[in-house]
């Protein structure tokens, strides 16, 4: 049983000197950085715009919608890397090429769907 418990021993002592090695990281940093705060640097900002305004901003939904759209296209192009790897291996080129189009049906689905909804329009 001790050397079941053993190889946790190790795993633990290895978050440890992790833990330490981060620790004086950022304990030397603090100790070594220049602190003099002026009012410009305490203003907050945003990608180096100055703040104007409230501080409250309403969104509109379409932009959520683009921004899952663009996610479904990433998830599509992940998936077609390893299709194309796939679909050159002798005894795959057929099914596999089936697959793809149902799995290009969903998303072209997906896409008339929005597009009937009228949420890929840009007003």
């Given at each position: 049983?001790?050397?079941?418990?053993?190889?946790?021993?190790v795993v633990?002592?290895?978050?440890a000197v992790?833990?330490?090695?981060?620790?004086?990281?950022?304990?030397?940093?603090?100790m070594?950085?220049?602190?003099r705060?002026?009012?410009e640097?305490?203003l907050s900002?945003?990608?180096?715009?100055?703040p104007?305004?409230?501080?409250?901003a309403?969104?509109?939904?379409?932009?959520?919608?683009?921004?899952?759209?663009?996610?479904?296209?990433?998830?599509?192009?992940?998936?077609?890397?390893?299709?194309a790897t796939?679909?050159?291996?002798?005894?795959?080129?057929?099914?596999?090429?089936?697959?793809?189009?149902?799995?290009?049906?969903?998303i072209a689905?997906?896409?008339?769907y929005?597009?009937?909804?009228r949420?890929?329009t840009?007003?």
């Amino acid at each position: 049983m001790s050397g079941y418990f053993s190889s946790y021993a190790v795993v633990l002592v290895l978050f440890a000197v992790g833990l330490v090695i981060v620790a004086g990281a950022l304990f030397v940093n603090r100790m070594l950085r220049p602190d003099r705060p002026t009012p410009e640097k305490l203003l907050s900002y945003e990608c180096g715009v100055d703040p104007v305004g409230g501080d409250w901003a309403q969104s509109q939904v379409r932009y959520y919608v683009y921004t899952y759209l663009y996610v479904v296209f990433a998830v599509d192009a992940v998936f077609l890397f390893p299709w194309a790897t796939i679909f050159a291996a002798p005894g795959f080129g057929m099914t596999t090429l089936a697959e793809m189009f149902v799995f290009l049906g969903f998303i072209a689905l997906g896409i008339l769907y929005g597009w009937r909804k009228r949420v890929l329009t840009w007003t």
